[in-house]
């Protein structure tokens, strides 16, 4: 419940701060515009399966983020609320269960929608942040004809494959460094959590529960305010 109230308390300051930065500017204010690359590693597990291993991911992505930020006058406080939207191919090794049925899973991208807090030393600024995330990827399974045994030899020949989007939570923080009056540079941590949803891929697969334990991410970027 605490990362949607920030989220909530950070737009309803950026939007009610205007008149006050009118009177006494302040130097983290401001819409911004920007963009970002990163790395990300992130683990699947299939509850429904217990003899499947937790699979382990990673890959780059890069993306562009758009937000606000409001400076309470008279001191380093710093309420904001920014989006963003990453793609990648972040992918790992396929998976065999031992009976001829191949799985595999990728995300091909993300976002986040969150508010921010932080306090300006300066020119430097560190901060955390927290709201709401989405992803869309997929997941798959397939047989080879002429097995021996198992599923795959009572079913036959398939590939079937789930495109799907989730919802879930982002959490982390992070530090602004301002270059000059318009332009800052950041680094930043960021958890995605996405929980487990039971997949349909088809009338020849088998439900597969899949949970995304979280997608922990790393990314640096740049900011352009006006």
């Keep these: 419940m605490a ?6 308390v950070s737009v309803a300051v950026a939007l009610s701060a205007g008149a006050a930065q009118a009177q006494q500017p302040t130097p ?8 970002h690359a990163g790395w990300s590693d992130w683990t699947l597990a299939r509850p429904d399966d217990k003899t499947s291993p937790t699979q382990a991911f990673d890959g780059y992505f890069g993306g562009a983020q758009i937000g606000y930020d409001a400076q309470i006058p008279n001191t380093g406080i710093v309420l904001g609320v920014v989006a963003d939207y990453s793609i990648g191919e972040l992918s790992g090794p396929t998976y ?36 709401a995330a989405w992803m869309k990827g997929s997941t798959s399974e397939s047989c080879p004809a002429g097995a021996l045994g198992g599923h795959c030899k009572a079913v036959g020949a398939y590939a079937e494959t789930d495109n799907f989007s989730r919802w879930g939570w982002a959490y982390g923080g992070g530090a602004e460094i301002k270059l000059a009056d318009h332009i800052s540079i950041f680094a930043e941590y960021l958890r995605l959590d996405f929980g487990t949803e039971t997949h349909d891929l088809g009338p ?23």
């Design 96 to 131: 065999k269960d031992g009976t001829y049925i191949t799985v595999n899973s990728e995300i091909d991208a993300f976002g986040t929608l969150r508010g921010r807090l932080g306090f300006a030393m300066g020119h430097f600024m560190p901060y955390v942040t927290g709201g």
């Design 3 to 8: 990362f949607p109230i920030l989220v909530a």
């Design 204 to 226: 020849k697969s088998w439900d597969r529960e899949v949970k995304i334990d979280g997608i922990d991410t790393v990314r640096s970027g740049v900011n352009f305010k006006f």
């Design 28 to 35: 983290w204010a401001g819409f911004y515009v920007g963009a």
